[in-house]
């Protein structure tokens, strides 16, 4: 069938992506509900149902430009900010127990391909993306999903479930700390000490988390210009590796898929960039509002090839792998959290870092008050977007080699 917008019309499609985006973001930030959904999900959702009622195409090289080049350039600018020594010296004891939480992600999914490798196609293909935003966040997600070619019904579904998840689990420990068993058997100082502010109104978590600042010139161009470079760069270095490393043996070809994956020398550069240079790399205002809004251009371009039918068959499935995942990082965390005496507060950021990222956690610990922790949270959230992609590309790598 011909959509209402053939699939060569590429400027209307850029534009329609481009409104998706711009109204998802709007929205977030507008209504809590869309707040609790999240931008991201929205802009799916949006491109689903055009895409569904047949007025725009299910591919299109647009879609192709905004996988090969806005994908990659949007992951240099989310990891400006990730100073790995800052992150240590700020987050302290969160960053531990976060760390650990971690560990959750990874046992959590490979139960999970032991559990469902026999009803879930591709899973290989479909963990590293968990793996790895349930380590960082949805940049990790989108690297995974390109760096282990996923098909966009694939994707698609999986962001659904993912997302779901997200929400159910956030509720989840938003309710921990007033639960008695927890009171009882974790210590709590910062609810106890805890003085009650009153909320500002008219605000969601994200309209305070993305407050306006001074964006110049130069920044822009800088951020541009520091992200390209990076990825070319990345990109060379990774095709190098992946042509003179030998596949002959599973070790050797781990050590390709690890080398070789121009994700993981981006976010690698890019991370010691953020931390030998942080004075000038981290003051570089707009990074993360730029990569944050292409990536809701992608999650539009993901929401383009969702079948209804194929969500509705095969997100409940893959609506249990998250759950598996996400349970397994929450046993653990509790589990380690009381033999090491972390609080309960120390433990739900952590978990909440690893499974939602720096955004969530921090709209965590504003929700509940915990200023103390909102710092911590970004940071080690922030770290996950670095650790994610190597979680992401060892568990990929190791799965599809079995």
């Given at each position: ?68 080049y806005v994908v990659p350039l949007a992951i240099p600018m989310l990891l400006f900010q990730a100073d790995v020594k800052r992150i ?315």
């Amino acid at each position: 069938m011909h959509s209402l917008i053939s699939a060569d019309n590429s400027w209307a499609l850029f534009g329609i992506l481009a409104v998706i985006a711009a109204v998802a973001i709007w929205m977030e930030q507008r209504f809590a509900w869309a707040g609790k959904v999240t931008g991201c999900v929205i802009a799916l959702i949006l491109a689903m149902i055009l895409s569904n009622l047949n007025i725009i195409p299910t591919d299109a090289s647009a879609y192709d430009f905004v996988w090969d080049y806005v994908v990659p350039l949007a992951i240099p600018m989310l990891l400006f900010q990730a100073d790995v020594k800052r992150i240590w010296k700020a987050s302290g004891r969160v960053l531990i127990i976060y760390l650990i939480s971690g560990f959750g992600t990874i046992l959590g999914g490979l139960l999970g391909f032991a559990l469902l490798k026999n009803a879930i196609p591709d899973l290989g293909k479909i963990i590293p993306m968990f793996v790895g935003t349930y380590t960082g966040g949805s940049v990790n997600l989108v690297a995974m999903a390109d760096a282990f070619k996923a098909g966009g019904d694939t994707v698609s579904s999986a962001v659904v479930a993912d997302n779901l998840l997200m929400a159910i689990y956030f509720f989840v420990l938003i309710a921990i700390p007033s639960i008695g068993f927890f009171k009882k058997h974790y210590s709590h100082p910062i609810e106890d000490e805890l003085a009650k502010h009153e909320k500002g109104e008219g605000a969601t978590n994200a309209a305070n988390y993305w407050t306006p600042k001074k964006v110049s010139l130069l920044d822009v161009a800088e951020n541009f210009a520091l992200s390209f470079a990076i990825v070319a760069v990345s990109d060379a270095i990774a095709n190098f590796f992946a042509s003179v490393i030998p596949t002959s043996n599973f070790g050797l070809t781990l050590l390709n898929g690890l080398l070789g994956s121009k994700y993981l020398i981006i976010t690698t550069i890019t991370m010691a960039l953020a931390t030998f240079f942080h004075d000038k790399v981290g003051s570089i205002a707009g990074a993360q509002e730029t990569g944050t809004y292409l990536i809701h251009i992608f999650f539009a371009v993901i929401g383009v090839p969702a079948s209804i039918y194929l969500i509705i068959t095969q997100a409940p499935l893959l609506l249990v792998l998250a759950a598996i995942i996400v349970g397994t990082n929450m046993v653990v965390s509790l589990v380690f959290g009381k033999l090491l005496h972390f609080s309960i507060e120390e433990i739900v950021i952590a978990s909440n870092a690893n499974i939602g990222g720096p955004t969530t956690a921090a709209a965590c610990a504003i929700s509940k008050e915990w200023t103390v922790l909102v710092v911590p949270a970004i940071l080690v959230g922030t770290l996950g977007y670095v650790i994610g992609n190597y979680y992401g590309i060892f568990i990929g790598t190791f799965l599809t080699g079995l």
